[in-house]
């Protein structure tokens, strides 16, 4: 089971980035995908998730701005972010859990400059 995330970068205020998780090893059509970020000294939280049959949520910070999707064929996973804030600068991280079990993919650097 590998996730693997991409996509981050440094962007002004008010820019967009999308991030993608590609995911390999099982059959992810059949899992619900988070996306999650770390900002320094903070704990890591739920920005975004999708489950297996396409329902979302998103955290209230990033609601209407932000847009998770995902692509079964690619095997894919996508968080499209907009009117990025200086706030949402993180380590941004997509997780399954399979079974009990959490796994995380190694994480994309998003820097949102002012």
């Known amino acids: 089971v590998q996730l693997q995330a991409s996509g981050g970068g440094l962007v002004q205020a008010g820019g967009s980035l999308t991030l993608s998780c590609v995911i390999s090893?099982?059959?992810?059509?059949?899992?619900?995908i988070g996306w999650y970020r770390q900002a320094p000294g903070k704990q890591r939280e739920l920005v975004a998730a999708?489950?297996?049959?396409?329902?979302?949520n998103y955290a209230d910070s990033v609601k209407g701005r932000f847009t998770i999707s995902r692509d079964n064929a690619k095997n894919t996973v996508d968080l499209q972010m907009n009117s990025l804030k200086p706030e949402d600068t993180a380590v941004y991280y997509c997780?399954?859990?399979?079974?009990?079990?959490?796994?995380w993919g190694k994480g994309t650097q998003v820097t949102v400059s002012s």
């Open positions: 090893g099982f059959a992810s059509e059949n899992f619900a």
């Open positions: 999708i489950t297996s049959g396409g329902i979302t």
């Open positions: 997780k399954t859990v399979l079974y009990g079990m959490d796994y």
